[in-house]
C-alpha cells in the first residue's frame, strides 16, 4: 500500500505541474529551486493533501506557499482573514508572517477537512492564534468584530465579488487583499462560455480590482494567478 500511494503521489505531482504552470518547466523549476525551502510540516501536509484529499491541485504549494509567507513577513498582520482554508496549507504560509499575538481567522465550509486541517494547525506553533470557522463566508464575515490587515481570497469563484465588497470596508488602511486563481488556467483570455459562471465572475472581478479606486492592484502570473491589492 506504501508503494501505491508513492507511485501514486509521483503520478499526481507530475499532473498538477502540467496543469498549473503557465511558464516553461525549466523555467519554473529554477525560480523554485532559488526560493526559500518548503518547511518539513507544509511537506507533509501537502503530501497527504495529494495522497488522500479530492482536488489537490487547489493546494497552494511550495512557491506560491513561499509567496504567501513573504507577504505576510513583510505586511506583518495583526489580523487575517482567510477565505478558504481547504486543508491548511496557505494558512500556515500567511501565519508565519503574522504578529506574535495575532489572529488569523478562517472559513472553509468543508466539514470532512476541517479535522484535517485542525491536525496540522496543531503541530505548528499557531494553533492559538488560528480561529477555524465552519460554514457559509459571507454570513461569518459579518459576524466577525475585527478588522483585517490582510485577507486572502481562495474560495468558490463566482463569490469573489460578493467577498471583495464584504470585506473592503472591514479593511485597515493599508491592508492586503490576495486573491487567488484569477488567471483561472488561462480561460480569462479565451472566448467566454456564456454558462461558465467561474470565469464570467473572474473577468468582472478582474476588471473590479482594476478599476475601483479604494484599491491599487497588480496581477501577478504565479501559478493559476495571484492579485495583489493594496487599500488606499
Request: glycine fraction near 6%.
Given at each position: ?14 499532473v498538477k505541474n502540467i496543469l498549473m504552470n503557465f511558464l516553461p518547466e525549466k523555467i519554473d523549476n529554477y525560480a523554485v529551486s ?23 491541485r487547489m493546494l497552494s504549494g511550495h512557491f506560491q506557499g513561499r509567496v504567501l509567507s513573504m507577504l505576510s513577513k513583510i505586511k ?157
Amino acid at each position: 500500500m506504501d508503494f501505491f500511494l508513492s507511485i501514486t503521489y509521483q503520478v499526481v505531482i507530475f499532473v498538477k505541474n502540467i496543469l498549473m504552470n503557465f511558464l516553461p518547466e525549466k523555467i519554473d523549476n529554477y525560480a523554485v529551486s532559488h526560493s526559500e525551502n518548503e518547511p518539513k510540516l507544509l511537506q507533509e501536509l501537502s503530501k497527504e493533501t495529494w495522497q488522500k484529499v479530492l482536488n489537490p491541485r487547489m493546494l497552494s504549494g511550495h512557491f506560491q506557499g513561499r509567496v504567501l509567507s513573504m507577504l505576510s513577513k513583510i505586511k506583518q498582520p495583526k489580523v487575517i482573514l482567510e477565505i478558504g482554508t481547504y486543508t491548511g496549507y496557505a494558512t500556515l504560509c500567511l501565519a508565519e508572517g503574522m504578529q506574535k499575538n495575532g489572529t488569523l481567522h478562517t472559513i472553509d465550509k468543508n466539514e470532512e477537512l476541517f479535522d484535517f486541517a485542525k491536525k496540522y494547525f496543531d503541530k505548528s506553533g499557531y494553533a492559538k492564534n488560528i480561529q477555524q470557522h465552519l460554514g457559509n463566508a459571507l454570513e461569518i464575515i459579518s459576524n466577525i468584530q475585527d478588522t483585517f490587515d490582510l485577507v486572502f481570497i481562495d474560495a468558490d469563484k463566482p463569490n469573489y465579488i460578493n467577498y471583495f465588497n464584504k470585506i473592503i470596508d472591514k479593511m485597515n488602511p493599508g491592508g492586503i487583499i490576495l486573491s487567488d486563481n484569477v488567471l483561472w488556467s488561462g480561460k480569462v483570455t479565451e472566448k467566454l462560455n456564456s454558462k461558465d459562471e467561474s470565469t464570467k465572475t473572474l473577468l468582472a472581478y478582474n476588471e473590479l480590482l482594476k478599476n475601483d479606486s479604494r484599491v491599487e492592484t497588480v496581477l501577478l502570473p504565479i501559478r493559476d494567478g495571484l492579485t495583489i491589492s493594496r487599500v488606499l
